[in-house]
């Protein structure tokens, strides 16, 4: 099963919208393109940066085979409210060519069962069993997967590679400990992006799915290629991975909370991208303090990396 898709950095995209506040499929294929131009191995389609409860399953297929055309290597996110829908969207990644699953527990019908959660991730799996899939544990899914489940399941299907993990350090520990030791061939993805550093360095985790990395993606590939070195114990690059960590801190904790599409879009803006000035629901919007916040903290960061990034050293060979 091919898994380099996942052994590199991953965005997971936005939905960009058109004045009606509709899917602007043509600015999502560029932006997926110009993430692959940058140096990233795939981007996420449609997980919770991409709006999957606003959109309908035609929608969020037309994005996915999109980008999937014009060469962009999709990991499909299988978020929805019923088994049906979840497994439609990974009948369909496994039709067009997709590169990877990024497999979502059922959510609020018996989201806390874990026979209704293995039935769920059986039927997603045995759709597509042909594309390598990652099961994705957030605590806002309400369901964290442990290592029997995941076992149980990866035991019956072969295509099951991986998992990544939303979590904070507790949870990216006990994955690397009770799941990705137990088999070297499971793989560990962080994926929130607050815990680059302490998933690469000391969970060994192998790629990242990054929320912040689409609007910073230079700045998110460093920070990876910098915690990829201090995991081989370079102290230079340990260092400097610890620095930017906190330095990002602010902008990436936006990535843990309910706001993080307003807060990523806004960023967008700031970067003159006037193709996420809106969000599918008009109402949605940051409130005045949060947007004169978010913007403070851009450009403070944009101000402090260009001045640290010309350091040199391990630095320089990491960009």
């Excluded at 509709?22 to 999502?28: G, R």
């Excluded at 759709?127 to 442990?146: E, L, Q, W």
């Amino acid at each position: 099963m091919k898994k380099d898709v996942f052994l590199g950095t991953i965005p997971a995209l936005l939905t960009p919208c058109t004045a009606d506040r509709q899917p602007d499929f043509d600015a999502l294929v560029r932006k997926g393109q110009e993430m692959m131009a940058a140096g990233m191995s795939g981007v996420v389609y449609c997980g919770s940066c991409g709006d999957w409860p606003l959109l309908t399953d035609e929608q969020r297929m037309e994005g996915v085979e999109r980008l999937t055309k014009a060469g962009v290597p999709v990991v499909v996110g299988t978020g929805a409210i019923n088994t049906r829908s979840a497994v439609a969207h990974a009948a369909h990644a496994q039709k067009i060519g997709a590169a990877g699953l990024m497999v979502i527990p059922r959510v609020l019908s018996r989201g806390l069962s874990v026979a209704a959660q293995r039935n769920h991730f059986k039927a997603i799996l045995d759709a597509a069993p042909d594309v390598p899939a990652i099961i994705y544990n957030s605590p806002y899914y309400g369901y964290s997967t442990k290592a029997d489940l995941f076992f149980a399941l990866r035991a019956e299907h072969r295509n099951l590679i991986g998992f990544k993990e939303f979590g904070g350090k507790a949870d990216l520990s006990y994955a690397a400990e009770h799941i990705t030791s137990q088999d070297d061939e499971v793989i560990l993805m962080v994926g929130v992006d607050t815990e680059v550093y302490h998933g690469f360095v000391k969970c060994g985790a192998v790629g990242a799915i990054t929320g912040i990395g689409t609007i910073f993606p230079k700045e998110s590939l460093l920070q990876v290629a910098l915690s990829r070195r201090a995991a081989e114990g370079c102290p230079e690059a340990d260092l400097r991975a610890r620095e930017l960590a906190e330095a990002f801190s602010v902008l990436a904790k936006f990535d843990e909370g309910v706001d993080l599409v307003l807060y990523f879009k806004h960023l967008m803006v700031l970067k003159g991208e006037s193709e996420y000035a809106l969000n599918i629901n008009e109402t949605d919007a940051l409130s005045p303090s949060q947007a004169k916040f978010c913007e403070a903290q851009f450009h403070q960061f944009n101000k402090w990396f260009a001045a640290w990034s010309r350091q040199g050293g391990v630095i320089a060979e990491c960009m």
